[in-house]
């Protein structure tokens, strides 16, 4: 069993960047997929990028391609979502969790997330 712990996260002017961590313990991060969600007010989650046991990663959202990047640490056993260019429409919560197995966009197939982390967008 895998715990997630995030940081980061605040608010940032349009145009800027931010990058939140999802840091994990009990075991290695290599051995699971490792999901991001975000949940914006009133929504359910929606699943943004994921990355492999491989270190490889997709991406689900198609608002966030050429802005957001998935990355991990193996060393810090940490998985990073690095956000750039942010947009007001990005505010949200954003989750990581983590799954064995392949890529997932179901929240439902993820059986250990971290605590959430808000990111407001705003001038």
């Known amino acids: 069993q895998v715990q997630l712990a995030q940081s980061g996260g605040g608010l940032v002017q349009p145009g800027g960047s931010l990058r939140v961590s999802c840091a994990a313990s009990?075991?290695?991060?290599?051995?699971?997929?490792v999901g991001w969600f975000r949940q914006a007010p009133g929504k359910g989650y929606e699943a943004i990028q994921c990355?492999?046991?491989?270190?490889?990663?997709?991406t689900f959202a198609g608002f966030v391609k050429g802005r957001f990047t998935v990355s991990r640490d193996t060393a810090k056993n940490t998985v990073y979502l690095q956000m750039n260019s942010l947009k007001p429409e990005d505010t949200g919560v954003y989750y990581c969790?983590?799954?064995?197995?392949?890529?997932?966009?179901?929240?439902?197939?993820?059986?250990?997330w971290g605590q959430g982390t808000q990111v407001t967008v705003s001038s």
């Open positions: 969790a983590a799954k064995s197995g392949w890529y997932s966009a179901r929240p439902s197939d993820f059986g250990s």
């Open positions: 990355i492999a046991t491989d270190g490889t990663y997709t």
């Open positions: 009990g075991s290695p991060l290599e051995k699971y997929a």
